[in-house]
């Protein structure tokens, strides 16, 4: 079975020099869920820019390789790759930048070489996948934070992708609106990479984890195994109180 | 004032004929809701005033003249479309003073200047020209249109204040902006100097022309002097009534629009060299 | 009206810009018609009516003061005549824009041949002025809250730095932000040209709105001309 995603021996250096990435190596099977966890600035989301090809697409000797279903993450093959991966980033706002929802969810197919009317079809099928339809006139600012990032992910199932990468998906997210997208998610087909903090939603839709460390792979294994390896759940020390 | 639609319209047509990405439309237009908000924070600008940044120029130092003129006509045309504030007759007159000719005044003392030592100054008098001249250009505008100067004046101390306050704002927050990211300041490259002297030279000659305009009728010189004993004014009466029909007919009885018209057409030739300059510059861009 | 043809809508809203600024003598009763012709565009179009005059004041502080000042300099016609056609200006834009979403109006416009990246521009300011206007917002109450207006708290020169400070952490956030906007952009297969969906239709409806929005202005100024 050919792997998804095939990531070897990865390095990145930031333009002052640090390395954010010192060979990483990972794999994600097709119908797999896998969390990214890991400290801020340990190279999870440099990490998963390298995916689509928003970093990295250059290429360069000594920088390892990253495939992505057989084909190499390099200029010519970023097209298709990014109609295989679909990227959700933490900032709805950035992500919703039409000024109507059907509009924003349609800028996709509309990119694949759709017409507009095929791609509006798309577009609707899409926000229908996400519980979105009645919004498809609105304008993306006057949606909540968990509106935003169903229409944020309608815009990618739009493209018809194999894999969903989601970059802190919950964030301003209330209680409601997490369990509603861990909902959504669970019901998608999708491989999907989550990058998150929230280990409690992470372990409702992923098998796996895998624990980033200053840019390097530090463990990887079932969420519990690494939560309780890396110290990694949330447990307030009690005072001497008692109380 | 419906005259000044036709310059603006050059004005317009020539940002068009700068091939710009589409990949840059979101930049510009986010920058151009920044200058929005900026409006939100007040400087303090003397006793008990408070004053806050018009942008232009810190625009143009950023991201270049010809997108920071971009950025100003969409935030005029923003404000006066759906705010209603600013007046859409005079959205015209306000995109050529404001957003080509202000952001190009703005510009070019930071373009000629940036790189040596006087580049504070330079950024600041990069500031104050941008409001200074605009705001001149805007009041030739209204003394062509038959505004009595007296008037003016009061608008004149306004701008005169303005002016240095917008110098201080840009230079205050182009300094942070280089403390925090030196990269979104631009470093104006010294060499290939031709296209922004002439540009340099249009801009002070419209200058000029403008303050002329302003004062030409202030003093009655000879030829006055000379169409009053021969009667001549009598004839002037008659003849521009027909093309201009419609404006008050004391405007053109005075010998003021004899010295008006040839200021008009000295703008009108000064227009006609930077539309070619622009021209120019834009083929060169493409060849490039 | 709210599902008129923008490019109509457009038209429409220029024929009577320029019908109205290029009226001079008896300025006041063709406003007074013109005026009249938009409050019942207004009312037609279900908007409220107060509503939209108290709207369009929005220009008379700055045109009356300059009217003020005319009259001070002998010359109150002229003033009464600015006042008159801004506030009708205002109102005219008011209900076009109030009628056609941004977008759509956007679109009327480059039909009418405004340049399609200046359009485009002004779609993403508009997208993201509230959204950034918000971070000013949060920030100028971040600073209030810590004593920034107290004038006594902090010198003129400190305040006016941190001001611009202020300005330049928003300009960093502003770029920053459109950097996302590319990235997202990217991700999901941009080539370098955006495409639209919308594709106008004009109906029948809108020859009748095309015919009473521009030719109605035209012939009431000439009736009053006429007539008077």
Same mark, same amino acid.
């Given at each position: 079975m050919q792997p998804l995603i095939e990531v070897r021996n990865l390095r990145y250096r930031y333009e002052d020099g640090t390395?954010?990435?010192?060979g990483v190596d990972f794999r994600l099977d097709p119908g797999e869920s896998v969390a990214l966890l890991g400290?801020?600035?340990?190279g999870k989301t440099t990490f998963a820019m390298h995916l689509n090809g928003?970093?990295?697409?250059e290429g360069g000797d000594g920088r390892g390789s990253v495939a992505v279903c057989g084909m190499p993450v390099e200029k010519r093959n970023l097209a298709a790759i990014r109609r295989k991966i679909g990227m959700v980033f933490q900032d709805s706002d950035s992500q919703l930048f039409m000024p109507t929802v059907l509009e924003d969810v349609a800028f996709g197919p509309l990119n694949l070489g759709l017409d507009p009317e095929a791609a509006a079809e798309r577009a609707r099928t899409a926000l229908h996948r996400v519980g979105?339809?009645?919004?498809?006139?609105?304008?993306?600012?006057?949606?909540?934070a968990g509106e935003k990032r169903r229409v944020a992910i309608a815009g990618i199932l739009a493209m018809d992708p194999e894999i969903l990468v989601l970059d802190e998906?919950?964030?301003?997210?209330?209680p409601p609106a997490r369990r509603s997208l861990a909902e959504l998610l669970h019901n998608l087909p999708q491989a999907k990479i989550l990058v998150t903090h929230d280990i409690s939603f992470a372990r409702s839709i992923c098998t796996r984890a895998v624990f980033f460390q200053n840019g390097a792979v530090a463990a990887t294994g079932s969420i519990g195994d690494v939560v309780d390896q890396f110290g990694w759940g949330f447990t307030p020390a009690k005072n001497d109180s008692g109380r | 004032m419906d005259v000044l639609a036709a310059p603006a319209v050059i004005g317009i047509a020539r940002q068009a004929? *700068?091939?710009? &990405? &589409?990949? *840059?439309a979101p930049l510009l237009g986010v920058m151009g809701a920044f200058v929005f908000a900026a409006q939100m924070i007040n400087f303090p600008? !003397?006793? =008990?005033t408070s004053a806050h940044l018009l942008g232009g120029a810190l625009l143009a130092m950023t991201l270049g003249a010809p997108a920071a003129t971009v950025v100003m006509t969409a935030i005029i045309a923003i404000q006066a479309l759906?705010?209603? &504030? !600013?007046g859409v007759l005079v959205m015209g007159a306000n995109i050529l003073n404001m957003a080509v000719v202000g952001v190009w005044a703005g510009y070019l003392p930071f373009r000629f200047?940036?790189?040596? *030592?006087?580049r504070n100054a330079a950024i600041f008098s990069g500031g104050a020209l941008s409001v200074l001249v605009s705001a001149v250009c805007a009041m030739a505008e209204l003394r062509l249109s038959g505004l009595p100067l007296k008037t003016l004046a009061v608008s004149a101390v306004v701008f005169l204040i303005s002016a240095p306050v917008e110098g201080a704002i840009t230079l205050g927050v182009v300094k942070a902006l280089e403390a925090i990211?030196? =990269?979104?300041?631009r470093q104006p490259e010294? =060499? *290939?100097g031709l296209h922004a002297s002439m540009l340099a030279i249009g801009l002070a000659a419209v200058f000029l022309a403008a303050v002329g305009v302003l004062f030409s009728s202030t003093a009655p010189d000879g030829i006055e002097k000379l169409g009053l004993v021969s009667g001549t004014s009598e004839r002037v009466k008659v003849l521009p009534a027909t093309p201009f029909s !419609?404006?008050?007919a004391s405007f053109f009885a005075s010998p003021w629009v004899r010295k008006a018209s040839a200021g008009l057409a000295g703008l009108a030739l000064i227009y006609g060299a930077c539309l070619a300059i622009g021209r120019v510059a834009a083929a060169r861009k493409r060849r490039a | 009206m709210h599902r008129g043809d923008p490019r109509v809508k457009v038209l429409n809203l220029l024929v009577f810009l320029v019908t109205l600024a290029t009226a001079h003598r008896d300025l006041l009763p063709i406003a007074g018609a013109l005026g009249g012709l938009l409050c019942c565009a207004i009312v037609w179009s279900r908007l409220p009516l107060t509503g939209a005059l108290g709207r369009a004041a929005v220009v008379l502080p700055f045109s009356l003061a300059f009217a003020g000042v005319c009259w001070i300099a002998g010359d109150p016609t002229r003033g009464i005549h600015l006042a008159v056609k801004s506030y009708l200006s205002a109102l005219a834009v008011l209900l076009v824009v109030s009628t056609t979403p941004l977008p759509a109006l956007l679109g009327g416009l480059e039909a009418m041949g405004a340049p399609r990246f200046l359009l485009m521009v002004a779609q993403f300011l508009y997208r993201y002025l509230f959204v950034i206007s918000e971070e000013a917002q949060h920030m100028a109450k971040a600073a209030q809250s810590r004593g920034?207006?107290?004038?006594?708290?902090?010198?003129r020169s400190a305040r006016f730095r941190a001001a611009a400070g202020a300005l330049a952490v928003l300009f960093a956030r502003s770029y920053g932000r459109a950097a996302e906007i590319h990235r997202a952009m990217l991700a999901r297969g941009f080539q370098g040209h955006i495409e639209t969906l919308a594709a106008l239709h004009f109906r029948r409806a809108d020859l009748a709105l095309v015919i009473a929005g521009s030719l109605g202005p035209v012939a009431l100024r000439l009736a009053v001309e006429r007539f008077s």
């Open positions: 390395e954010a990435l010192k400290a801020n600035g340990s928003l970093l990295g697409a979105m339809d009645g919004a498809a006139a609105r304008a993306p600012y006057h949606l909540s998906p919950t964030t301003f997210l209330d | 004929q *700068r091939r710009f &990405d &589409d990949a *840059r600008a !003397g006793v =008990g759906v705010f209603q &504030d !600013g200047a940036g790189a040596t *030592r006087w990211q030196p =990269g979104f300041v010294p =060499g *290939r !419609g404006y008050e | 920034a207006t107290a004038a006594g708290m902090m010198g």
